[in-house]
């Protein structure tokens, strides 16, 4: 125990005497580790406490501060209520006393024991005392803080305050500078707003010293350590000065003043307030301020000069509008909303019937956006403005004036559509039912394409509200739609008449299933007049658009169960007339069809009947026409079905892969064992028109080198690989040892790499654990067996199957993936096989679209791109190092393939490091090297790093070379390279402006027309370097 | 002179932009030699910045691509400016902005001719004479507060 306050004695005398901070925690610990108490150190304080030096009393308040701060939790309430009458003391002493004093009070009001009262005798006495504005920022932020734990813990001793409380906060707040104490101070502002402390009548100071912030405008220093934005600043002041309808009367003319600025950053941070605030407003707050602030906002609209603004603006609108909807009424009272929209109306409407229709957007914008923000208010506008469009609409003759007009008819639509919410009131637009379907229709009979592409939009808006299309509409409208899809020769009409059908078939499926579907069928059954008469090839070529559109639509319209069980038998009709040659389709619409199916199997709802549909009809169906194929291409070589063609079959899979990865889970798991069987043991018994051979044997080596079966290993890969990680694949191991097997040894090239992709996709899935490990390690001696006898005949094979192995390990993180990617490293310096390595790294790094993704349910990790780069990196400049001269190419190609891959953000930190081998690339001869490079240094010129600025001369003189590239997209990018060169630091880049505008003159002559117009702006740009105007 | 009190015009019409010229296969073809056609020489021309408005001379119409003649076998360039109102004092320097822009950007094979369309301004032939003379135009450039109005009509907008 002596020794105990011999040792607490010599602390402090070190601590105040010695000026040894550090001794503070030492005490601290002792005090938490129950060493001495409280009491104690007092006592040991006493001489310190007491002197007659004002510094020596400072370093014991100090020291008793900073143990209190960490030892706040221990205290008694008796030591509590002692230390703060202590401390309140205090703060009447000399000021070199007051910052530790304020440092104990913040550690004290952290207890959990404050004894009731203190807290107010705390503020008392500080607000008292204390100037806090004349303090130093770290002694205000403890002021703050100290404000802020004693509003978290004694709200109510603090509302007994009364107004006191927040007076005493305006005049501590009054005049603060630093943006981090701000953010306290406006934190605390917030909580007396909408804590509901008592503003009295301060609440305009309250209001003053906040707003005159208002509005925020602060550049945080570059490197700054607090990392404090302006949009914190602006958040947390909008947050009290919109917090309350108290501040109204201030705010709002403060809104309309600071509109009127000229800083772009103002008037948005006005407009927002402004959306803020009113969302707490009533009508009688606004009710002087509304003519002001329309004609405002009716200015920023009108003169917008950015597009951000103007939409702020009319964000402000809307919700001001919505404010004045949301009010109850008093009897007396005029109905405010109706006079607001008055004042709108009068000053937006004419501008919507003037001749030149020159103000009509910004008008109507304004209107509309008043039009969303209730029923009533959709109502009132609509009522004042539609009977005028539309009777402007059929008397004006010019096809871009009825454009316009239809158009902003189109947003009304559009922005009574938003509001509308509850069921039982009544429909705006009724009234115009019919005149608004008329003015539909006769637009659509236009012959003027933007004119047909508006009106399509504007049937979309009509089908969706309900009531407006009645079903005798929806027929006409589909007769129109048919009309235009049979007849219309410009794209975007059908595109937009697609889309149109695919939204409409969505709320009238019947209505399509009746009409449409039957009209497409036979118009593309129709075989086209006179053939084989070469003269008739345009309207062949017609009639393939023609079939094109019918396929496309009928995708489009398929996304109701109904309609889908009446579209996916016309699409399957095409295949099989296409293979059995009753009507001829090309490949390519062959191609289409699938594309179709695929888009259907994307876009329908995931139900029992859909599944059924396409598991137990489609997929069977498919397969059942490409064995036909395949059997019949065996027998006869003449004419061969469209369906073994390898777009054809490619166009298959995605439809297979979709419907077992997204439809009905249990279905497709029965799909994928029956295309097991029909695989491994020729099982027949599940597809349609069974008269198929009984010893089919689609995954054995074929005699001769007919690969029409074994090609169709491709639609087994869509079967079986996209299949969900919960279905189990059955006899996966005799699927897994026979996929091998042909992958090594067919010499069918969409066999062996479909073969090898399918047995990748199943590794990826397989379980972790011994069975896997082995499974890939005997692959991999195999490969490796193969790949190290220059002589073999399937090294290729060897190397597609290595290479798909490897990605799917290098996706799920497996361990054994290293072994495979080293191998393939060691590969760039192959003889035959080293350019090919180096294509091989942009399909690691790539999503491949038919397996291996998360659409095919793959085991895809985060960020496997960023973690195989920077394991390898320093490999492949090793490896770079020492490799011949003649290799290096493999090696430069392989880094292009890897670093285009990563993200931006990932190239901008990595590429600084891999610098000089970048500048190596751009001097090598291949151009995808090149190429790969070029857009890989684009991005980083933007933001350049030293390391870059270092190496001007060689990297400019390099790309200069380049814009003489015999390929034209090496010149594009160069050039644009060289125009980002033009952002760096003038100083830099000056020295080289001469010289480059030399180089540049000659691209301005470039024979292709997209390298000139680069070669003109990267000219423009360095001519205005360093010269007067210019930069 | 300079409109810096008032501006002359202070509420030009604006016209609607051309949209991006559509890429057709025969420009993404290696072999195809595009021949410089009126399209192009307005596209270059189309991004000059008014000197009084934050509009291009596009948005103005105070260069329109029918007023564009280029033939390219024959070397020359013949561009025809409006200016929005016939008493613009800012006709030269528009005239010279264009004149500048098509100097840095084609070829220097090509003789380039600017002037204003016929009955457009009030001193058409006085402001045509100056933008002939290669001479004058020179001068011009070497007046460095005059070669910074016209850097600044050049520039790229960065709104």
């Given at each position: 125990m002596a020794a105990d306050s011999a040792l607490l004695l010599s602390l402090v005398e070190e601590f105040v005497s010695g000026l040894q901070d550090s001794k503070a925690k030492d005490t601290a610990t002792g005090v938490k580790d129950g060493q001495f108490t409280i009491l104690q150190l007092v006592e040991a304080l006493g001489l310190s406490l007491t002197s007659s030096q004002p510094h020596t009393r400072a370093r014991g308040v100090q020291l008793l501060s900073e143990v209190l701060h960490e030892c706040y939790g221990n205290l008694t309430e008796a030591e509590v209520e002692v230390l703060i009458a202590f401390y309140e003391n205090r703060l009447k002493d000399h000021y070199v006393i007051t910052p530790p004093v304020l440092q104990g009070l913040r550690a004290l009001t952290k207890s959990t024991v404050l004894p009731p009262g203190s807290a107010v005798s705390m503020l008392r006495s500080l607000f008292q005392d204390?100037?806090?504005?004349?303090?130093m920022l770290a002694e205000r932020s403890c002021v703050y803080n100290m404000l802020i734990n004693l509003m978290e813990t004694r709200e109510t001793e603090l509302k007994g305050l009364g107004t006191d409380f927040v007076f005493g906060f305006v005049q501590s707040m009054d005049g603060e500078r630093d943006p981090r104490n701000l953010l306290l101070a406006f934190q605390i502002a917030k909580n007396i707003i909408s804590r509901g402390y008592d503003l009295g009548k301060f609440a305009e100071e309250l209001f003053e010293v906040t707003s005159c912030y208002f509005p925020i405008d602060f550049t945080p220093p570059p490197n700054d350590p607090h990392g404090i934005t302006k949009e914190e600043l602006i958040e947390a002041l909008r947050a009290v000065l919109a917090g309350t309808p108290k501040f109204a009367e201030f705010l709002l003319p403060l809104i309309i003043e600071k509109l009127d600025s000229d800083v772009q950053s103002a008037k948005l941070d006005s407009l927002q307030t402004l959306t803020a605030c009113v969302s707490r407003y009533e009508h009688k707050d606004l009710a002087e301020f509304l003519e002001g602030l329309w004609t405002s906002l009716r200015r920023e609209v009108f003169q917008t000069s950015s597009e951000r603004i103007e939409s702020a603006g009319l964000a402000a609108l809307t919700a001001l509008t919505s404010c004045l909807s949301r009010s109850v009424l008093n009897s007396d009272s005029e109905d405010s909303l109706s006079t607001f929209l008055d004042l709108v109306l009068k000053d937006c409407k004419h501008h919507l019937c003037e001749p030149d229709l020159k103000l009509v957007w910004p008008s109507g914008k304004l209107l509309q956006a008043a039009c969303t923000a209730s029923n009533r208010a959709s109502h009132i506008i609509t009522a004042a403005v539609m009977p005028s469009l539309i009777e402007q609409y059929s008397s004006r003759t010019q096809c871009s004036h009825r454009r316009t007009l239809l158009e902003v008819v189109l947003r009304f639509i559009q922005s009574v559509k938003t509001s509308q919410s509850s069921e039982n009131e009544e429909r705006v637009l009724l009234a115009f039912r019919e005149s608004l379907c008329s003015m539909v229709f006769s637009a659509l009979s236009e012959t003027n394409s933007s004119l047909q592409i508006t009106a399509t939009s504007m049937l979309t808006s009509l089908a969706q509200?309900?009531?407006?299309?009645l079903g005798s509409d929806v027929e006409l409208a589909i007769d129109h739609l048919t009309r235009l899809l049979l007849m219309e020769e410009d794209d975007r009409v059908s595109l937009a008449v697609v889309e149109c059908a695919g939204a409409l078939a969505e709320l009238h499926p019947e209505a399509f299933i009746t009409e449409l579907i039957p009209r497409l069928k036979t118009e593309m059954f129709a075989?086209?007049?006179?053939?084989?008469?070469?003269?008739?090839t345009s309207e062949q070529h017609s009639h393939h658009a023609v079939r094109q559109r019918c396929l496309s639509a009928l995708a489009a319209v398929s996304n109701q169960p109904s309609v889908v069980r009446e579209s996916t038998p016309v699409l399957l009709e095409v295949l099989t007339s296409a293979h059995t040659g009753s009507v001829s389709f090309s490949v390519e619409e062959v191609v289409l069809a699938c594309r179709s199916l695929q888009r259907i199997a994307e876009q329908v709802q995931d139900t029992e009947e859909t599944g059924q549909c396409f598991h137990d009809i489609i997929i069977p169906r498919l397969l059942s026409l490409a064995l036909q194929a395949a059997l019949q291409g065996e027998g006869s070589s003449g004419c061969r079905s469209p369906l073994v063609e390898e777009a054809v079959l490619s166009a298959m899979v995605p439809v297979i892969s979709t419907s077992c990865s997204r439809l009905q889970p249990m279905l497709a798991g029965q799909t994928a064992s029956r295309a097991v069987s029909l695989f491994l043991d020729g099982d027949v018994s599940f597809l349609p028109d069974n008269s198929f051979p009984s010893h089919i044997q689609l995954l054995k080596k074929q005699q001769g080198d007919t690969w029409s079966q074994s090609q169709m290993v491709c639609l087994l890969m869509g079967c079986v690989c996209?299949?969900?990680?919960s279905v189990e694949v059955p006899q996966i191991d005799q699927l897994l040892s026979q996929l091998e097997e042909m992958s090594c040894t067919c010499s069918h090239s969409l066999s062996y790499t479909s073969a090898a992709k399918c047995f990748a996709g199943l590794v990826n899935k397989q379980s972790q654990g011994d069975s896997l490990d082995s499974l890939i390690q005997s692959t991999m001696k195999r490969v490796c067996r193969e790949l190290d006898s220059t002589s073999s005949p399937a090294r290729t094979q060897a190397f597609t199957l290595m290479i798909w192995v490897a990605k799917a390990l290098l996706l799920r993180y497996h361990p054994l993936s290293t072994a495979l990617t080293d191998k393939l490293f060691s590969l760039l310096d192959d003889a035959d096989l080293g350019p090919m390595a180096a294509d091989g790294f942009s399909l690691l790094m790539t999503d491949s679209a038919d397996v291996l993704n998360r659409g095919c349910h793959a085991d895809v990790r985060i960020m496997y791109r960023q973690r195989f780069f920077s394991e390898n990196s320093a490999k492949l400049v090793q490896g770079f190092n020492v490799a011949p001269q003649e290799k290096k190419p493999n090696y430069l190609k392989a880094l292009s393939n890897i670093v285009n891959k990563l993200p931006k953000q990932v190239q901008i930190t990595e590429l600084p490091a891999l610098l000089s081998l970048l500048l190596e690339a751009l001097s090598c001869p291949d151009q995808g090297v090149q190429l790969s490079t070029l857009s890989c240094l684009e991005p980083v010129l933007i933001d350049p790093p030293p390391a870059l600025i270092q190496q001007l001369e060689a990297l400019v003189s390099r790309l200069l070379a380049l814009i003489s590239s015999p390929a034209m997209s090496v010149r594009i990018a160069s050039l644009r390279c060289i125009q980002a060169l033009s952002r760096f630091p003038v100083h830099e880049i000056l020295p080289f402006r001469a010289r480059v505008l030399r180089a540049l003159a000659r691209p301005l002559d470039d024979k292709k027309r997209l390298v000139r117009s680069e070669a003109v702006q990267a000219r423009g740009e360095w001519f205005l370097l360093g010269s007067p105007g210019g930069r | 002179m300079s409109g810096g009190t008032r501006l002359e015009n202070a509420n030009p019409v604006i016209f609607q932009r051309s949209g991006e010229r559509l890429l057709t296969a025969s420009d993404e073809d290696e072999e195809v030699h595009d021949p410089i056609d009126d399209r192009e020489i307005f596209d270059i021309l189309l991004s000059i910045n008014d000197p009084e408005h934050p509009l291009s001379l596009e948005e103005l119409n105070v260069v329109e691509q029918v007023r564009v003649k280029v033939n390219d076998e024959e070397n020359s360039v013949g561009v025809e400016f409006t200016p929005t109102i016939p008493h613009c004092s800012m006709a030269t320097l528009i005239g010279l902005s264009i004149k500048v822009k098509l100097l840095r950007s084609l070829p220097d094979r090509f003789k380039i001719d600017v002037h204003i369309t016929p009955g457009t301004h009030a001193s058409e032939e006085a402001v045509n004479k100056q933008l002939a003379d290669k001479e004058r135009v020179a001068a011009a450039l070497e007046n460095s507060s005059l070669l910074e109005v016209v850097n600044q009509c050049l520039s790229t907008r960065s709104i």
């Open positions: 204390v100037h806090v504005q004349s303090l509200q309900t009531g407006l299309l075989e086209p007049m006179d053939q084989g008469d070469s003269r008739e996209s299949l969900p990680r | -």
